[in-house]
Structure formats: C-alpha cells, structure tokens
C-alpha cells in the first residue's frame, strides 16, 4: 500500500495545479483521473477554444492551458493514473491519530494519505451507454469498447462502430487500416463532427474500406459470451437486420456523474461538495473540496478561482502532515530549490 501526502481525485486543471502547489511545500501527490487524459473539461470537451482569463497569459486554448499545467508540474513528485475512477473511500486511524484514508479505484488500485483533495469537477466523465441494451457492460473485454485503449484490439477484427460525433468519424477515419472490416452506425446521413474528417469518412466509404450504415440504431447485441454480431434496426422503415461483428465500439459521448461521492458521506449539495473558506475543508478531516466540485457562497465555477482554493488547501494539508510547524511561505521568484530544479541558474 503507498502512502503519498495527497491524493488528488480528478486530473482538471485544480487538480494540476494542486501538484503544483504541493511541490512547493516539498510534498507529494497521486493524481486519479477517470478519462484516459489530464486536463478534465478543458481536455475532454473544449481543447480548441480560447480562454482570456487565466492572470497574465492573454490568450492560450484549453488544450495549450492543460499543456503549460504539465509543463509547470514536472519538475515535482507525483503519479499520475488515468483510465480509473476512485470507487472507494475510507478512514483509518494512523498511529497519530491524524485521521488516514485509504482510497481504491476501479483497476483495485489503493493509495492512502492523510490528505484527500476532491478535484473532481462536475463528475467523472463516464462514456453514455447505448439505448435500450439490457447490459452491454457485460461484453466488456469481449466484444463491447466505449473507447480505444489500444488500436491492437481491433486488429483484423470486423468492427462496427456507433456514433456521429468527432469521436466515432475520427475513430472510423483511423482504424480503416488496421481493422479487417468497418462499418460506421449512424441514425442519420449527417455527422456533428468536424466536416474535413467527416469528408475523409466518406471519402473511405467510396473507396469501399468503410461501410455507411444510415439510417440504423442498434437493437439487440448477439453472442453469449463474446459478441458475434448485432440487430439493427432501420430508422425509417423499423425492419430489423442482423450483422456480423467481433468488435462493436459505441462512441455516444460522455456523461458526468459525481457517482461514488455520493457514497462518501461527505455534506453535498445540489451535486457540489460544502467547503469552510478558511481552507476549502469537507465535513469530513483531512477531506478537501477545491474547484468547480465545491460550493460556497459567492462560488464561481472558474479556473482561477480554483486555483486559490487549492492553494490554501494545501496549506492545511501540509499543517496535517506536519503538525506544529509552521507552513514555509516564499515567493517562486527567491525559491533557489525551484530554480535548481527548473535548471535556472541563479
Ligand atoms: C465550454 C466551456 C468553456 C469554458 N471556458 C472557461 C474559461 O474561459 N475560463 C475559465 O476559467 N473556465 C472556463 N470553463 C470552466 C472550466 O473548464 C472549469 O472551471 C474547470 O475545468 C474546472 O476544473 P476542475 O479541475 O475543478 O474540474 P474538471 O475540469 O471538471 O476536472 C475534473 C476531473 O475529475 C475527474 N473525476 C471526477 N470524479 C472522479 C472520480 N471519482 N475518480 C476519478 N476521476 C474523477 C473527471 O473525469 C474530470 O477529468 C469552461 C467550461 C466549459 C465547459
């Protein structure tokens, strides 16, 4: 079982951030995030807008932000795990009786700390499942996806993929080589996505490596074990038809669920967590709430904001793990430490 100084739930940019701040204190971190990327919304749903209103940078996009973050964290200690929701979380007493929580994810992963900082957003991003299926879940491993871990579990397989987004016309787009078979579901002859991918979609169609499937929904998946095909059913005429496939990869976009938090006895409020200002604390010790997760009154769901939460968060967590000592305060601009590391020669 590690044990770091703070678990981080959730990889937006607080959560970044919050590794940031740590490290500046000596500290370290684990960072947990559900997505299979750092950056939460700026990196999942608007990578290419522009933000203004981040102090002192005029204009960067919200994947070049997310991009800054990583590069402004690497000089500090912390883990970063991806593909992995934190499930579990639960309390024990340290020999100090400094109140220790041991967290477990998804992938049966455990951390404990005597710091727990929920960064968590609006939820952890959790891929929609398709409509009227009876459990697609259990195909997982066999036959169902709802993202591309690995471009080597479609290799020569017949897939058919699910969707009308940027995802499933990119996916469609850069999976025609390496799969034996791909056809593209669609409830209807026009795509949401990006129009040059949806042209290089359809461009594959012609040349006869994917197939169009319009006006279909899915209706039924066939296999026992693992999938070998599935009903569609036509959208305008109702008729049902069965097609082979090995692999069926549904690519229907992604809800937010605050989930397992819920669970964590934790005060909530309409989907936020309650904070005391004094330093972004839960109801629960050693448990903070920093960025759009958290509630307060004058609360404001922006970067910056979050950014001060956690930074005097992280105050109180190094006062947990230190007790009695006071909290080293210096400027970034006279932290030599820093600079080594940053191979500024001073
Ligand atoms: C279109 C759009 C434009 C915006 N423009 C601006 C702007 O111009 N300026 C600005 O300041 N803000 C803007 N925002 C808001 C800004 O993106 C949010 O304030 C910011 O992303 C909050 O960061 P966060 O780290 O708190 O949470 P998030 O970015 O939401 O990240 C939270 C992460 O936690 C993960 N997570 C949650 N629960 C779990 C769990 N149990 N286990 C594992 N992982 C979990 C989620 O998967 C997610 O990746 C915009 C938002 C949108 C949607």
């Not at 590690?2 to 701040?21: C, M, Q, R, S």
């Not at 459990?135 to 699910?162: H, Q, T, W």
């Not at 594959?204 to 066939?222: A, E, M």
């Amino acid at each position: 079982m590690k044990e770091v100084d703070i678990i981080v739930i959730g990889a937006g940019p607080v959560g970044l951030f919050t590794v940031f701040e740590a490290g500046l204190l000596g500290l370290n971190c684990v960072l947990i995030d559900n997505l299979d990327k750092p950056g939460g919304q700026c990196a999942e749903l608007y990578p290419e807008k522009p933000i203004y209103d981040i102090p002192g940078v005029p204009f960067q996009t919200a994947q070049e932000h997310v991009d800054a973050l990583l590069e402004q964290i690497k000089p500090f200690d912390y883990d970063l795990l991806l593909n992995q929701r934190v499930n579990k979380l639960q309390a024990i007493k340290s020999k100090d009786e400094i109140t220790t929580w041991e967290i477990n994810t998804s992938e049966n992963t455990n951390f404990r700390s005597k710091n727990i900082f929920i960064a968590a957003g609006a939820g952890s991003f959790e891929a929609r499942r398709p409509p009227n299926i009876d459990d697609p879940d259990k195909y997982i491993n066999n036959g169902v996806s709802y993202a591309v871990r690995s471009k080597e579990v479609f290799k020569d397989k017949n897939l058919i993929i699910f969707g009308g987004g940027d995802s499933a016309l990119d996916w469609s787009v850069e999976l025609a080589d390496t799969v034996k078979t791909l056809s593209l579901v669609h409830r209807r002859d026009a795509f949401r996505g990006a129009p040059h991918t949806e042209k290089l979609m359809r461009k594959l169609v012609k040349d006869k490596k994917i197939k169009l499937l319009t006006p279909y929904v899915i209706d039924s998946i066939v296999g026992d074990v693992n999938v070998s095909g599935v009903n569609l059913k036509n959208f305008d005429t109702g008729d049902i038809q069965e097609f082979e496939a090995d692999e069926l990869l549904f690519l229907f976009g992604l809800n937010k669920k605050l989930g397992p938090i819920l669970e964590w006895d934790i005060d909530v409020n309409n989907k936020k967590i309650d904070v005391d200002t004094k330093n972004y604390s839960t109801n629960q010790d050693g448990i903070f709430a920093v960025g759009d997760i958290n509630n307060y009154e004058g609360k404001l769901d922006l970067i910056l904001c979050g950014f001060h939460e956690t930074t005097i968060a992280v105050q109180e967590a190094y006062r947990r793990l230190n007790p009695g000592q006071r909290v080293p305060f210096g400027y970034t601009t006279s932290n030599t430490k820093l600079q080594a590391k940053l191979g500024v020669k001073t």
